[in-house]
């Protein structure tokens, strides 16, 4: 079941009572972020081959009739049910074909007819094959089937000029076959949103490379890359960061004027070497939400500085990457014209009891076991989220919400899941 009602406002009285006033609801943060967001300027016309993950920027209307005229939906025999003797016998006149023109049926006989092939002229039913028995020239039929079956009418799928496909879907298989259908070689997309990638953090450092002292290896640049680009984005520029607040001043007006999203990651907590909210202020970015009443990533930041949306990632990889799941990814799909940008969502049960502390809501990663003699799925998630923690996310199919007022749910108890 997919629930179309917004994400319950977490009742959040946070961790820390002080800090609730501070904190955003995420269905807000969201509005607020998405505000922030207009579709990309720019369109290009593509071939259907390159189109796949790509935004429909205009829609697709049929070129013709669908099918194009009428024919066999079976390899079998078409004939007129009315020339039909008692002895349900008809000698075979010719044959049609998939791809050959329309023939005419010689009154008092039955021609040989393949799947797809004009229906000839003067046929009004086709018989399946298994249904005959062909003996030289002549054929039975040994079940009669009903008048008008096993032909694919024109038009009956699709009229020409119809639209077919609003603008603003995602081109996936399912559409591409729609737009081939209808006559199209190439279909006009969005042009890709253009993103910068600022990762922050003296401690970073590539995977792959020799880490030492205090280092470690930077999980996010290849997953938000991956998470950008899998979501329809261009990644145009990768800046890695140190905590020095010039250094990112520099970083973030050195990209802010060609891009349409950053993307940061780390530095936007409130300690004294996060430092991206006083850069952003420093900038004269608008900031819309600085603090969302979530678990993991209370310290999503989303703001606009000049044409680019700026969304502000805590460090933690499991928290950029559900924050990301839940905001950033929604921003984008406005940014590529999307029409539906909302996150996916169903109800399913928990498999053993969630204790959880009220407050903030919790996104805790959760994987799919089973389902009830009802169909509902059985989910089963650790006893609390790690937000630095990769192995629970990798294993799991998405996250449960655990609203800000829920102490407990017990097993078999239903909460909204959100699918990867
Ligand atoms: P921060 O949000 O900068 O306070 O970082 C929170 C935690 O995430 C710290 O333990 C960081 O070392 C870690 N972290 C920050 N950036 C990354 C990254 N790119 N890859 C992996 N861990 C990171
Ligand atoms: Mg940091």
């Given at each position: 079941?997919t629930?179309?009602a917004?994400i319950p406002?977490a009742a959040?009285g946070?961790d ?7 904190l955003?609801p995420v269905?807000e943060a969201?509005?607020a972020g ?7 300027d720019g369109?290009e ?6 189109a796949?993950g790509r ?8 070129r013709s009739?669908m099918?194009?005229?009428d024919n066999s939906?079976?390899?079998g025999y078409?004939?007129r049910l009315?020339d039909?003797?008692?002895s349900?016998a ?8 998939a ?12 021609m040989?007819i393949?799947?797809g ?19 030289g020239?002549?054929?039975r039929?040994?079940h009669?089937p009903e008048?008008g ?9 699709q009229?020409?000029g119809?639209e077919?496909?609003?603008a603003g879907?995602?081109?996936d298989?399912r559409k591409?076959?729609?737009?081939a ?5 190439t ?8 993103i910068?990638?600022l990762?922050?953090?003296?401690e970073?450092c590539p995977?792959?490379?020799d880490?030492?002292g205090?280092e470690?290896?930077d999980?996010?640049t290849p997953m ?12 145009a ?7 020095n607040p010039?250094e ?7 990209i802010a004027d060609e891009?349409d999203m950053i993307?940061?990651s780390g530095g936007v907590s409130?300690g004294d070497r996060?430092h991206?909210?006083p850069v952003l202020?420093?900038l004269?970015?608008?900031i819309?939400?600085s603090?969302?009443?979530?678990k993991?990533g209370k310290?999503v ?14 460090g933690?990889p499991?928290s950029?990457?559900?924050t ?5 990814r929604?921003i984008?799909?406005r940014?590529?014209?999307l029409a ?6 169903r109800?399913?049960?928990t498999r ?8 903030r ?19 089963s ?5 790690h937000s630095?923690?990769?192995?629970p996310?990798?294993?799991s199919?998405?996250v ?6 829920t102490?407990?749910v017990e ?10």
């Amino acid at each position: 079941m997919t629930l179309s009602a917004p994400i319950p406002a977490a009742a959040c009285g946070c961790d820390c009572p002080e800090l609730v006033a501070r904190l955003m609801p995420v269905d807000e943060a969201l509005a607020a972020g998405l505000a922030l967001a207009q579709p990309v300027d720019g369109r290009e016309e593509v071939c259907l081959r390159a189109a796949r993950g790509r935004v429909l920027a205009q829609p697709v209307t049929a070129r013709s009739d669908m099918p194009r005229f009428d024919n066999s939906g079976m390899d079998g025999y078409a004939l007129r049910l009315a020339d039909l003797p008692a002895s349900s016998a008809l000698p075979v006149s010719g044959v049609c074909a998939a791809g050959g023109g329309l023939a005419a049926l010689e009154p008092g006989t039955m021609m040989r007819i393949y799947t797809g092939a004009h229906v000839p002229r003067g046929a009004d039913t086709v018989v399946m094959q298994e249904h005959v028995e062909r003996s030289g020239d002549m054929a039975r039929i040994i079940h009669l089937p009903e008048a008008g079956s096993n032909i694919r009418r024109r038009g009956e799928d699709q009229r020409q000029g119809d639209e077919v496909l609003a603008a603003g879907h995602l081109l996936d298989a399912r559409k591409l076959a729609i737009c081939a259908g209808a006559g199209l070689g190439t279909v006009s997309v969005s042009r890709k949103p253009k993103i910068g990638l600022l990762l922050t953090g003296d401690e970073i450092c590539p995977a792959g490379q020799d880490v030492d002292g205090g280092e470690i290896w930077d999980v996010n640049t290849p997953m938000l890359t991956a998470l950008c680009e899998e979501a329809g984005a261009d990644i145009a520029a990768i800046r890695h960061v140190p905590d020095n607040p010039a250094e990112l001043h520099a970083a973030l007006a050195g990209i802010a004027d060609e891009m349409d999203m950053i993307v940061t990651s780390g530095g936007v907590s409130v300690g004294d070497r996060d430092h991206l909210k006083p850069v952003l202020t420093s900038l004269g970015a608008r900031i819309a939400v600085s603090g969302v009443a979530m678990k993991p990533g209370k310290p999503v930041t989303i703001s606009r500085l000049g044409g680019a949306v700026i969304v502000s990632l805590p460090g933690n990889p499991v928290s950029a990457f559900v924050t990301w799941h839940l905001l950033g990814r929604p921003i984008l799909g406005r940014l590529s014209g999307l029409a539906e940008a909302g996150t996916p969502r169903r109800l399913v049960r928990t498999r053993s009891r969630i204790v959880h502390k009220p407050g903030r809501c919790e996104y805790r990663p959760a994987s799919i076991v089973g389902t009830d003699e009802a169909g509902l799925e059985i989910v089963s998630c650790g006893a609390r989220t790690h937000s630095a923690r990769l192995s629970p996310l990798a294993q799991s199919d998405g996250v449960v919400l655990i609203t800000g007022d829920t102490a407990c749910v017990e097993a078999g108890g239903r909460l909204e899941f959100l699918p990867f």
